[in-house]
């Protein structure tokens, strides 16, 4: 039997809502002092003891040195991003972006959204459920008042002489003090405290989750509607374009000077880059509904903040924290870790259903023919028992279960160590994607610039007839592609950018001054790494 059963959470009071979200280390609930120095006091415990696993040893998320996100030497220039080795992720990540007003929507989620509320209701049924359990720990006291008539019709026959019997026909009132107390000699009842707090800590780390997830989704999907607010501005441009090649060559047929055949071919490419504007039209009212509905409130009630490109900033100094804080700072690790944590608790249960069990218990109170009468002296009664039980042949229902256990804790260690390697792939997927976004942002602004200056050179060989509309036509579905590839690589590399961020577990506080956890995680001020922070500290991770 197992004597050191006190584990990292045996001794720690159970959190208040909120405030014990932020220890890192300490987040499930624990055991009240006293009561858990009454209960080890009299229990040993059975089943293994929890231990946290440990990071992977590994030295960074990328094979041989990460180079920070560059387009390169040559042609334009394009912003780079500089990945800060050792940096923490702000609480508040998405103010990197320098947008207010998705600063304000973000808040706004976090305070009205009812997937934080419920997971904030998981809590507490957790935590009332954890405290539920402690009470295994202490004996069980219950009172009863009882009133009865009797009436001996065969008083005579029971007692012999019926001038003994005082009265045939009596009342009786029994006053009672019930006590049962269960030690907890193998430390069930310790192991399935442990196995709720792990559940508290689990439904603590799903908050964190959710509240990530929400951020993220937040600011991606504002970044999605930029997108399409830059992809219409491009189009209209393009249809601007397009209506003013039209008008020369209406003149120069006037004027004799261009086919019928041409000014229909122009009109025809008009016409199709009008019906571009419908659909991105109809994406961008269903991405504010997307927006709204984040925001908790119903699509009649729209958010009033809106987003375009020219409004977010591309954060340019990008912290990268160090491989073996990932596993900290991952809200689904840490939960994968509590559900060990819990698997772990239900062997020691299991165990302790096989061994026998003590149950003791004490009666006492007082009986009287009237209430009065139940409160006299020499009126009083006691019983004191004690019983063993313990199971002899159960089918070995028993010893299954404890198997069953057993196994259940290999499953959840399995599905720790992919959620690790899950976490580890999503941070590895975004450096690589930023690393292709610096490239193909580069490539983009080339060749709308080319293709611009090409469309510019046919406008003037239209103007002075030298060229055929076969070109024209060319040159302008060449510039509405590289346009929109601008728009859309300009926006992949904004949300690349949030992937990143969320990927490292985004920035929850380890530490709070007020019972608020809103306010902790929207209050802290962001801080973004210097450039002379970012090149002194050019990582190799």
Same mark, same amino acid.
């Given at each position: ?151 001996? &019709?065969?008083?005579? &026959?029971?007692? #012999?002489?019926? #001038? ?9 009132? &029994? ?88 000014? !229909? ?18 994406? !961008? ?133 992919? &959620? ?44 002075? #007839? ?76």
């Amino acid at each position: 039997m197992d004597k050191n059963c006190v584990s990292r959470h045996a001794l720690s009071p159970l959190p208040a809502q909120g405030q014990g979200a932020f220890d890192r280390r300490h987040r499930a609930s624990g055991r009240a002092g006293i009561v858990a120095a009454l209960a080890l006091s009299l229990s040993g415990c059975v089943g293994p003891n929890f231990v946290p696993p440990a990071a992977p040893a590994v030295d960074g998320y990328l094979p041989g040195k990460l180079e920070s996100a560059n387009g390169g030497p040559g042609g334009p220039k394009v912003a780079g991003q500089h990945f800060v080795t050792g940096q923490d992720v702000a609480a508040r990540w998405w103010a990197a972006f320098r947008s207010q007003p998705l600063n304000d929507l973000v808040r706004l989620s976090v305070n009205h959204s009812p997937t934080l509320q419920a997971a904030e209701a998981a809590i507490k049924i957790a935590k009332y459920n954890a405290l539920a359990q402690r009470g295994g720990w202490l004996p069980q006291i219950s009172g009863s008042s009882s009133s009865s008539q009797q009436l001996l &019709t065969n008083a005579g &026959t029971v007692f #012999g002489d019926l #001038g003994s019997v005082p009265q045939t026909e009596y009342s009786l009132v &029994t006053q009672s003090l019930s006590v049962t107390f269960v030690p907890d000699v193998w430390g069930a009842n310790f192991r399935a405290v442990e196995n709720l707090d792990a559940v508290t800590e689990q439904q603590l780390f799903q908050l964190e989750a959710a509240y990530l997830a929400l951020a993220g989704n937040v600011v991606t999907a504002a970044i999605q509607e930029a997108s399409l607010r830059g992809q219409l501005e491009a189009t209209k441009r393009v249809i601007a374009i397009e209506r003013h090649l039209l008008d020369i060559l209406k003149r120069q047929f006037d004027a004799g000077q261009a086919a019928q055949a041409d000014v !229909l071919a122009q009109e025809a490419a008009l016409a199709a880059v009008e019906q571009l504007l419908p659909p991105l039209e109809k994406q !961008l009212a269903q991405q504010r509904n997307l927006l709204t509905a984040l925001a908790g409130q119903l699509p009649s009630d729209e958010v009033m903040q809106k987003f375009d490109l020219a409004h977010l900033k591309l954060p340019t100094n990008l912290p990268i924290s160090l491989p073996g804080k990932l596993v900290d700072q991952r809200p689904d690790v840490r939960a994968a870790e509590a559900n060990m944590h819990s698997a772990s608790a239900l062997i020691g249960v299991a165990i302790a259903a096989r061994l026998p069990n003590i149950q003791l218990t004490a009666n006492g109170g007082t009986s009287g023919y009237n209430f009065a009468q139940s409160f006299a002296p020499g009126t009083g009664f006691y019983t004191v028992a004690a019983g063993v039980t313990a199971p002899i042949f159960d089918g070995f229902t028993l010893y299954n279960k404890q198997k069953a256990a057993e196994v259940a804790l290999d499953q959840a260690e399995a599905q720790y160590r992919s &959620t690790v390697i899950t976490a580890f792939q999503n941070v590895a997927d975004a450096l690589r994607a930023l690393q292709a976004d610096a490239r193909a942002m580069k490539a983009a602004v080339h060749a709308e610039e080319t293709a611009k200056a090409s469309l510019d050179i046919v406008e003037k060989q239209l103007n002075a #007839g030298q060229v055929n509309q076969l070109q024209v036509l060319n040159a302008q579905q060449t510039y509405l592609n590289a346009v929109i590839t601008r728009v859309l690589a300009e926006a992949n590399r904004l949300s690349d950018t949030a992937a990143l961020f969320t990927a490292l577990g985004g920035g929850w506080p380890t530490s709070c001054a007020t019972p608020v956890w809103r306010e902790c995680a929207m209050g802290e001020t962001p801080s973004e790494p210097t450039v002379s922070e970012a090149k002194s500290s050019e990582p190799k991770i």
